[in-house]
């Protein structure tokens, strides 16, 4: 399974984008998905996951209402639409799959280690 992340760019604060992840090889309506994010000196954060089964989403819930997780299996494809972005959502976002297409709980999925596949990563930075 390959990820491609894409949509990532400056944007000022109070700005809108939107990233996309295409998935290639395998079943893709059967993974979770999930978007991190990095920032420089600290850890790998959770953003946003879609359960495969029920489409389920669920935020971190710093980004909740903000942030928006969406999935389009016909085009293999999930997409994190980030609005009323801030300087401090500047990170190399990250696209992630989980695909053994266990019923986890939504909970598992805030993990990263929960997931198998990675995506390169899209640089995100947000002025002031």
């Known amino acids: 399974v390959q990820l491609q992340a894409s949509g990532g760019g400056l944007v000022q604060a109070g700005g809108s984008l939107r990233l996309s992840c295409g998935a290639s090889g395998g079943t893709f309506s059967r993974y979770a998905l999930g978007w991190f994010r990095q920032a420089p000196g600290k850890e790998r954060e959770f953003v946003a996951a879609i359960s495969w089964s029920s489409g389920t989403t669920y935020y971190s819930d710093s980004l909740k209402g903000r942030f928006t997780i969406s999935r389009d299996n016909a085009k293999s494809t999930v997409y994190l639409q980030m609005n009323s972005l801030k300087p401090e959502d500047t990170a190399v976002y990250y696209c992630?799959?989980?695909?053994?297409?266990?019923?986890?709980?939504?909970?598992?999925?805030?993990?990263?280690?929960?997931?198998?596949?990675w995506g390169q990563g899209t640089q995100v930075t947000v002025s002031s």
């Open positions: 992630a799959a989980e695909t053994g297409g266990a019923y986890l709980p939504l909970y598992g999925l805030a993990y990263p280690a929960t997931y198998d596949f």
